[in-house]
């Protein structure tokens, strides 16, 4: 068999389990999913607060503040973490109860480092974020154990 022959098989499998995963949760099936897609969202949403965390804690840094430079380093991995497990938890990979352990591990660190600044209303939108994040990949591992 070709390559083309095996790649357009592999393409009308996939298609073929996603229609499949669309047509259960219509039915009502796919009872977890509801919780799949918030942490998604959540997950989506962490990494643009922690971005823009990000860039406002290096201004802050560059203006002599120099206790930013932690929480700079803490809101980049998180973001990466978050950008990660949106991607794998949105198509429901295999590895979505992975990335959301270790997403909600990092979220909780980065949330307690924006937390140490109350006054500034950047971190604390990014705290928030993170902590609605960590909820959200909590809940979808709890459903995602409960489905195996």
Known sequence: MG???TLGLLAGLLLAAGAA???DAKKGG???GEHFDACAKACAMCMRECESCAHHCAHQAAEGKKEHLRTLGTCVDCAE???????IVSHRGP???TICEACAKACDVCGAACEKFPDDAHMKRCAQACRDCEKACKEMLSHARASE
């Open 3 to 5: 390559l083309r022959t």
């Open 21 to 23: 995963t669309a047509e």
């Open 30 to 32: 796919d009872h977890h």
């Open 81 to 87: 973490f978050c950008a990660a497990a949106a991607k």
């Open 95 to 97: 590895m979505s109860g």
